[in-house]
């Protein structure tokens, strides 16, 4: 029985359908790759410290804690089946403002912490509140991956508040002296989130999901 090349193409030789064979192979799997990065996963690596201790960048980059920065995957296809959560950790790209604010922009790796609608308050330690759309009373949130002097030596930001607009979503790095976020230039639209990040594939003492 004929391989299916030699079905479709009876004339062509053995070494050729073997050939057009890893051809098409290979083809196929780079397809397949491409998709899966398009729509399912992608990786990045971590550029700076706006989100140490939780995720490394290397050093002697300002701030960096590590001889290699995280490389990460992001779920692209989990916020077409669930809307983001307060806490989880997001690729996305930024709003005009950052390039003017930050000095970059483009895709940033940060924190949610507000969602649409809510209110954003950040107290005199450096701890963070919510209040809900619904105009109720703040609510601390619980943060329990930052360090307590990472909070205290953001004193830039202290008793500033901040609203999130419908549609949109408010962004902070872990590192909070180190990050520029959503307190600088604002929320981000629901259309520039890309992907939710939930695994550190290297270096090898980082592997595991976040």
């Known amino acids: 029985m004929r391989d299916p090349l030699g079905r479709l193409f009876p004339n062509l030789s053995r070494p050729v359908r073997v050939a057009l064979d890893w051809v098409l192979t290979i083809a196929g799997a780079i397809l397949i790759v491409l998709a899966l990065k398009a729509w399912v996963v992608n990786p990045y690596r971590i550029p700076s410290s706006s989100m140490e201790p939780t995720l490394h960048c290397a050093r002697p980059a300002p701030g960096c804690e590590s001889t290699f920065s995280d490389r990460v995957l992001a779920c692209r296809i989990c916020l077409d089946f669930s809307s983001p959560k307060r806490g989880q950790i997001i690729v996305f790209e930024t709003p005009p403002l950052a390039l003017v604010k930050c000095g970059a922009g483009g895709t940033f790796v940060k924190r949610l912490i507000g969602l649409p609608g809510e209110t954003v308050h950040e107290d005199a330690k450096g701890n963070i509140w919510i209040r809900g759309p619904d105009g109720g009373p703040f609510q601390e949130l619980k943060e329990p991956y930052i360090p307590a002097a990472r909070r205290l030596a953001d004193s830039a930001h202290f008793k500033e508040t901040w ?46 999901f976040r």
Not at 189 to 205: C, D, S
């Open 163 to 208: 609203h999130v607009p419908l549609g949109s979503y408010f962004f902070m790095g872990d590192n909070r002296a180190q990050s520029c976020d959503s307190r600088e230039w604002g929320s981000v639209p629901r259309q520039n989130l890309i992907g939710t990040v939930f695994f550190v594939y290297w270096p090898p003492n980082r592997i595991g």
